[in-house]
């Protein structure tokens, strides 16, 4: 299994495996639309970040710079691209299958939104809202020791420094047309029903102590 703590060489980034058959988030989300949003999309995005590591890995080996401003954006986009979607196939579990919120993910919502259905709602809202392309990202924010909902236009413009994702709704239109066509509002609505809160738990636990792994730990629904 490949963790954000562990080091990858440059250019030795993997698609990660979903965590569950590509029917299984049927009827919410159709096996044709997953695997092209992850053998394609997904993996355009792994494939972007290695050519962009390993080009700058050879651009200090020559000190010619004359591109880092491509290949900087293109780092930036690309890597966090991969990071979001290896959260968003986590975050997500086959129909009743993603039981309810964990009670510390229960406490840190109530302490912070006031109430789960005032932040729903404003989950919701953020993702419908990005403009264009882009992300609703619940966010542990260990500056402010406490949860944030944050919109993240394309994968990294919008976003807080520091900010450690824990729940994120893709809202790229590759990741709903094919089922919804431009009806995002119900895609997130119907989407809500997969959100994984075991993994959403876990990933609050692990992001306290700075940790973001890239994979699920357990196929919960399978227990």
């Not at 962009?52 to 890597?79: M, P, S």
């Not at 579990?93 to 109530?110: D, E, L, S, V, Y």
């Not at 900010?163 to 089922?179: K, N, R, S, T």
Request: charged fraction near 20%; glycine fraction near 6%.
């Amino acid at each position: 299994m490949q963790y954000a703590m562990m080091s990858i060489a440059p250019g030795q980034h993997r698609l990660p495996p979903l965590p569950y058959p590509y029917n299984a988030l049927e009827p919410v989300i159709s096996a044709e639309a997953l695997r092209i949003h992850h053998d394609m999309h997904h993996k355009a995005y792994v494939d972007g970040l290695n050519r962009a590591e390993i080009n700058l890995v050879e651009a200090r080996k020559n000190n010619d710079f004359k591109y880092i401003k491509y290949w900087e954006n293109q780092l930036a986009f690309n890597g966090s691209g991969h990071i979001l979607h290896s959260i968003f196939w986590t975050v997500m579990a086959p129909p009743g299958r993603g039981g309810k919120p964990g009670i510390h993910t229960t406490n840190q919502i109530n302490s912070y939104f006031g109430s789960f259905n005032a932040f729903a709602e404003q989950f919701k809202s953020a993702a419908e809202n990005v403009e264009a392309s882009g992300w609703g990202i619940l966010t542990w924010q260990p500056t402010w020791r406490r949860l944030e909902i944050l919109q993240a236009e394309k994968h990294q413009d919008l976003t807080q420094w520091s900010g450690i994702p824990i729940l994120v709704c893709d809202v790229w239109e590759h990741a709903y047309y094919l089922d919804y066509q431009n009806r995002r509002k119900e895609y997130i609505s119907r989407w809500w029903d997969l959100i994984n809160w075991h993994e959403v738990e876990r990933r609050l636990l692990l992001a306290m102590n700075g940790q973001v792994p890239l994979t699920v730990m357990n196929n919960y629904w399978l227990a």
